[in-house]
C-alpha cells in the first residue's frame, strides 16, 4: 500500500549507505530526496514540512554525524518521524459505558461506507461484540438494499426498520431500540452520502448526532483520491467532529499519503483501513507497523498474526520462530505459500511477508495463483535433503528438479534466487527482533 514511498526511501538510504561518512550535505540531500518521496506519495504539504523539519532537527545532531552507522541512524530516525505522524500507538475504537454503542459511518459517496459498515460489523463480532447494522440513507433505496444484502453474505443482523420510521433519526432510534432489545452492544449506522460535503448533508449528520449521541463518528475516506480524501476529512471534523478515520482502498495504488496525512490535519486518528472489497479485508491501524511497512521491513507481524488467525497459534509461533531464528527451509517457504494460498488475497498478505517488498518488483513474484503452484510443484520436486538445504542444489539437480517439476531450469533459478533474497531479508530484520518477541519492529541491520 506504500509501494512507491518505500521504493523511493529506500533508495534514498542505499544512496547514504554509499556515503563513507554523513556530511550536512549529503544529509541536505537525503533530506531533499524524502521530502519530494513524501509530496509524491500525496502527504499533505504542512504534513512534510513538519517531517522534514523533524527529522534533520534530529538527524543533524552531533550524535548522527559522527556516528559509524550514519545510514542506520538515519533510517531510526525516519522511523520514529513516520510513527510519530501516523499517531504513535494504536487508537482502539472507543464504546460506551451504556450499551448499546453507536459507531457512525460517514463520508462521502462511493467512499466505501456501506462496505465498511459490513467489514466492521464482522471484525466485531470476532472480537467478542454483537453488532447490529443500520442504514439511515432515506434517499436511496438501494443503499438500504445493499447493506441488507451484506447483512445476508456476513451472516449479521441489519435492522431494516417499520414503516412509520422515515427520517434518520427515527431510523437510527429504531436500530437503537432493537439493539437494546436483543442484547446487541454496538449499532453501526450506514449514513447517507453525497458526491460533494453540502450544508444539507452536514444538516443531516448534525441532526443525526444530536439525536443519537454517537460515541464514535469515523470518517470514511478513500485513499485512491488523494489529497481530496484529506480535504473533506478536515471539513468533515470542522463541521461535524469526527472521532476517527477509516481509509478504505489501500489495496489499489493508492499512494498512501492519506494515511500520513489524515492524523495530522484533523488531529483524529486513523483507526482501521480497508485493504480489499471482501469483507475481512479491514484491519485495525497500528503505526508502528504501517511505518515498518514504509520503510520496506515488511510487516511480519499483521502477517503472524493473520497465519495465526487462520491457522492455529503454534504455528504461527513457529512462524516467528523460524523468522527470529533464519531457520527458514525451502520447505517452510513451501508449506507457508500452501497456507497462504488458503488465506484469500496473496497479495495483501505477501506485502506482510518481510523480503516481500524489494521482490514486489520483480515480475516473476507478480502475485499469481499459477505462479505460486508453478513454485509449489517446484518445491515438491526436490528431496528432502535439498529442501533443507538449498545449498546443495547444484546444476544437475536444477535440471532434474525443473523436469520434475515440469517446469524450466531458469524458472527453478528464479525461485532459488528469490528464496535466497526472503532468506537475507530474513536475517537482517531477525538481528533486529531478536529477544523482543511481538514488540516493536526494530531496524534491519544496515
Ligand atoms: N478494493 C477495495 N474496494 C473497496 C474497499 N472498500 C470499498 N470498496 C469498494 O468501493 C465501492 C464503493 O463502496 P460502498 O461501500 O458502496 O461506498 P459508499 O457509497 O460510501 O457506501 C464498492 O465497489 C466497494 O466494493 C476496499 O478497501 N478496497
Ligand atoms: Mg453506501
Known sequence: MFENLTDKLQRVFKNLRGEGKLTPANMEQALKEIR???????????????FIEGVKQKAMGEEVLTSLSPAQQVIKIVNEELIRVLGSHQSRLR???????????AG???SGKTTTTGKLARWLSRNGHSPLMV????????ARQQLSVIARHTGLPVYEGKPEEKTPE??????????????????LVDTAGRLHIDDELMGELQRLKDALEPTEILFIADAMTGQDAVKSAQEFHARL?????????????????????????????????????????????????????ILGMGDVLSFIEKVG??????????????????????????DQLRRLRKLGPLESLLGMLPGMGPLRNLKDLKVDERQVTRVVAIIDSMTFRERANHMLINGSRRRRI?????????????????????RKMMKNLSSGLKGKRLGRLALPGM
Not at 40 to 45: K, L, M, Q
Not at 170 to 187: H, K
Not at 267 to 272: C, E, N, S, V
Open 170 to 187: 427515527e431510523l437510527a432510534r429504531g436500530a437503537r431500540r432493537e439493539a437494546a432489545e436483543t442484547g446487541r452492544d454496538v449499532v
Open 108 to 110: 462521502l459517496q462511493g
Open 241 to 293: 467532529g469526527i472521532t476517527g478515520a477509516i481509509l478504505t482502498k489501500m489495496d489499489g495504488d493508492a499512494r498512501g499519503g492519506g494515511a500520513l496525512s489524515i492524523r495530522h490535519v484533523t488531529g483524529q486518528p486513523l483507526k482501521f483501513v480497508g485493504i480489499g472489497e471482501k469483507f475481512d479485508a479491514l484491519e485495525p491501524f497500528h503505526p508502528d507497523r504501517a511505518a515498518s511497512r
Open 135 to 142: 442504514s439511515v440513507d432515506v434517499y436511496r433505496p438501494a
Open 309 to 334: 488467525e487462520a491457522v492455529d497459534q503454534k504455528q504461527a509461533e513457529e512462524t516467528q520462530r523460524q523468522i527470529l531464528e533464519n531457520d527458514f527451509t525451502l520447505e517452510d517457504f513451501r
Open 36 to 50: 519530494v518521496a513524501l509530496l509524491e506519495a500525496d502527504v499533505h504539504f504542512k504534513v512534510v514540512k513538519q
Open 402 to 422: 525443473a523436469r520434475g517439476s515440469g517446469t524450466s531450469v531458469q524458472e527453478v533459478n528464479q525461485l532459488l534466487k528469490q528464496y535466497a533474497q526472503a
Open 95 to 105: 464504546f460506551s459505558n451504556n450499551p448499546p454503542t453507536i459507531i457512525f459511518l
